[in-house]
Each structure stands twice: as C-alpha cells, then as structure tokens.
C-alpha cells in the first residue's frame, strides 16, 4: 500500500492540481493533505517570514536571519475533492481549522486537513 502525504505545500506550486491528479494515479490506499489554505475564490499573496522560522536544526555558519519572501496561494478543496474523485478516491475524513496554512491577514482563507482513502 502506498500513502500520499503533503503538508502546507500545495499552495507554493506552480500547478498543484495537476500534482495532486498525478500523485493519487501512483498512490494505492490513502492520501492526506494538511496545513492547507482553502478558498474558493483564486487569491495570490506574497508571504513572508524570518529565514531561521523555516525548517529545524542548527545555522549554518555564516548565515544571518533575514526576511523572506515567497509567492502563496489558495486551493480550492472542492477541486481537490473533485480530482480525488476522478481518480478512485472519496473524503474519508475532514479535519477543520487544525494546523493550517493560512498566510498572515487572509480573511477570506480558511484551514483543513483532508484524508482520501481508494474506493
């Protein structure tokens, strides 16, 4: 059995819906998806954060703490949903507002954490 996990990735990629249908045609049992930033109406951001905010252990020296930035978007859950369907899966479970991955001051964004099992 093969299982699909992405967390808070979706909204960087360039297509992330055609990722998502390829990556459910080589995956056998279940797909989860978390930290994810959901609206249905397409929006774009530019989110930032201090550079030692993203990833874990020690600094490399030389490196001093900075800000960046990096483009961000939202998802629409209900074509990921759609897509999990075309491909053989259905939403086994729904998980609201835990862990997302909602950008600084996005009111119109919300949160989920989605698991899709092969029917």
């Known amino acids: 059995m093969t299982v699909f996990y992405s967390s808070g990735t979706l909204q960087y990629l360039e297509d992330p819906y055609g990722l998502w249908a390829e990556a459910l045609r080589k995956t056998i049992g279940y797909a989860f998806l978390a930290r994810n930033a959901f609206s249905e109406t397409q929006s774009f951001r530019v989110q930032h954060s201090m550079l030692f905010d993203n990833g874990a252990g020690p600094i490399p020296e030389?490196?001093?703490?900075?800000?960046?930035?990096?483009?961000?978007?939202?998802?629409?859950?209900?074509?990921?949903?759609?897509?999990?369907?075309?491909?053989?899966?259905?939403?086994?479970?729904?998980?609201?507002?835990?862990?997302?991955?909602?950008?600084?001051g996005a009111a119109?964004?919300?949160?989920a954490d989605l698991l899709f099992r092969r029917i």
């Open 62 to 104: 030389g490196f001093e703490n900075a800000v960046t930035r990096y483009p961000h978007r939202t998802i629409s859950e209900g074509k990921l949903v759609q897509i999990a369907e075309e491909n053989g899966f259905e939403l086994a479970q729904r998980f609201p507002d835990r862990n997302s991955g909602l950008a600084q």
């Open 108 to 111: 119109d964004m919300y949160g």
